[in-house]
Each structure stands twice: as structure tokens, then as C-alpha cells.
Nanobody
Framework: QVQLVESGGGLVQPGGSLRLSCEAS????????MAWYRQAPGKERALVARIINGGTTIYSDSVKGRFSISRDNVKNTFYLEMNLLKPEDTAVYYC?????????????WGRGTQVTVSS
């Protein structure tokens, strides 16, 4: 069993920065990927950033150059650093982790944290 808890959301002005954290607990082994998704009002949940086991990262076009995903294996935590925030970044942000045990893939989700970008 794995549990994920996000933190760090809040209200920020355009051009500002926030750092989101996702703390994992439980039986954490054989991690394939860690990722951040977001869901804006009236829209589908979409991938924001992903980091693969070997360290490779991918980003959606809308956040390239502004957001950065990273991890701390000692703390079992990964992060999303968000800079130069825009109103269109307003959404609920969810952390995600995928693991493989033998041939079975397990996917875990946090409960989400609200990010609002407004003046």
C-alpha cells in the first residue's frame, strides 16, 4: 500500500512562484515514474510533468521553461517548482506514482491541492 499527500498550493499573483510537494509513504518499491497532473474547471485532467526512473523528464508545452520536476529519494518526496505563473495555470494539481511488482502495474494518486493565480 502506498499513500501520496500533496502540499504547497495556494493563491499567488501572476509572475509569482510556488513549490508543490508530494510525500509518499507505505511500501514504496520498484518505482517506474512520478508525475504531476492538473485539472482546471471545465477541463479534463492533463499531464504537467513526469520524471522517469532513470531521471529523464518530460513537460507539457504550456509549462516548458517555467516548471521543473525533481525528487528526493531519501525523503520519499518529489516536487514541482513553478515559476512565472500565469492565470491559466489555475487548477487542482495532483501527484501520481506508478510502480511495478512482478508483472503488475500499480498507480497511486494524491487527493489534490488547489493553485490559484490571480491579481
Amino acid at each position: 500500500q502506498v499513500q501520496l499527500v500533496e502540499s504547497g498550493g495556494g493563491l499567488v499573483q501572476p509572475g509569482g512562484s510556488l513549490r508543490l510537494s508530494c510525500e509518499a509513504s507505505g511500501n514504496i518499491f520498484n518505482i517506474n515514474t512520478m508525475a504531476w497532473y492538473r485539472q482546471a474547471p471545465g477541463k479534463e485532467r492533463a499531464l504537467v510533468a513526469r520524471i522517469i526512473n532513470g531521471g529523464t523528464t518530460i513537460y507539457s508545452d504550456s509549462v516548458k521553461g517555467r516548471f521543473s520536476i525533481s525528487r528526493d529519494n531519501v525523503k520519499n518526496t518529489f516536487y514541482l517548482e513553478m515559476n512565472l505563473l500565469k492565470p491559466e495555470d489555475t487548477a487542482v494539481y495532483y501527484c501520481n506514482m506508478e510502480t511495478t511488482i512482478q508483472t503488475t502495474i500499480w498507480t497511486y494518486w494524491g487527493r489534490g491541492t488547489q493553485v490559484t493565480v490571480s491579481s
